[in-house]
């Protein structure tokens, strides 16, 4: 049983323009939602993240999106850059900081100058 | 936040051989977490561990295939035992404290 669920596997996108990865989770539980982006022969690198109190944060070009209801959340790029091409995963975990992280199977997002 | 260094980056394995990976942590840090990310895939837990206990597997993952040591608060590590081709995959560390949680550089295993 899946409880991130990354839908699009891939996504391309023309430089200059918003790119939107979308994230899905299952357990209520989570409380502590993150966005890693990865390179093949590197560890995931830490993008942006948010607390379950809010549903929004923003940093720099990055804006993470969090819909409780929806069990839903998104990262938007804004504007979208050739070096931003790499798999992005989304992951959460139910007690920030005292529990694995649950990942997502990523998307691969691949922008086009 | 914490600084991993992890070895090997990588490396190519015999079947039924073993590979030990390391990660050196430059700060002290209670929980360890071991992941493993098959080709393609998710990035999978494959156990906790904590100094001074026993690791605690997830499902699917038994002690001896993935024997994990953590003699003190900045070192661990996992052991591939008895290799075949399923287990070419990347191998992550990871330790989470105040900076949030941080990555090891991962190691690529092939096994041939």
């Known amino acids: 049983d899946q409880q991130v669920k990354q839908n699009s596997p891939s996504l391309s996108v023309q430089e200059g323009r918003i790119s939107i990865l979308n994230c899905d989770y299952t357990?209520?539980?989570?409380?502590?939602f993150l966005w890693y982006k990865k390179y093949p022969a590197e560890g995931p690198t830490f993008l942006i993240s948010?607390?379950?109190?809010?549903d929004k944060n923003e940093d720099g070009r990055f804006t993470v999106f969090l819909n409780k209801s929806a069990k839903h959340l998104s990262l938007h790029i804004v504007p979208s850059q050739p070096g931003d091409s790499a798999v992005y995963f989304c992951?959460?975990?139910?007690?920030?900081?005292?529990?694995?992280?649950?990942f997502g199977k990523g998307t691969r997002l691949s922008v086009i100058a | 936040s914490a600084v991993i260094s992890q070895k090997p980056s990588r490396d190519i394995c015999q079947r039924g051989t073993s590979l030990t990976i390391q990660c050196q942590v430059d700060s002290q840090v209670t929980m360890m977490f071991w992941y493993r990310q098959q080709p393609g895939q998710s990035l999978t837990l494959i156990a906790t561990a904590n100094q001074g206990s026993e690791a605690t597997y997830e499902s699917g993952f038994v002690i001896d295939k993935f024997p994990i040591s953590r003699p003190n608060l900045t070192f661990s590590t996992l052991t591939v035992s008895n290799l075949s081709p399923e287990d070419s995959s990347i191998y992550l560390c990871s330790v989470t404290g105040i900076g949030g949680y941080t990555f090891g550089s991962g190691t690529r295993l092939t096994v041939v």
């Open positions: 357990n209520s539980m989570f409380d502590y």
């Open positions: 948010i607390s379950s109190i809010k």
């Open positions: 992951a959460a975990s139910e007690n920030r900081g005292n529990t694995p992280l649950v």
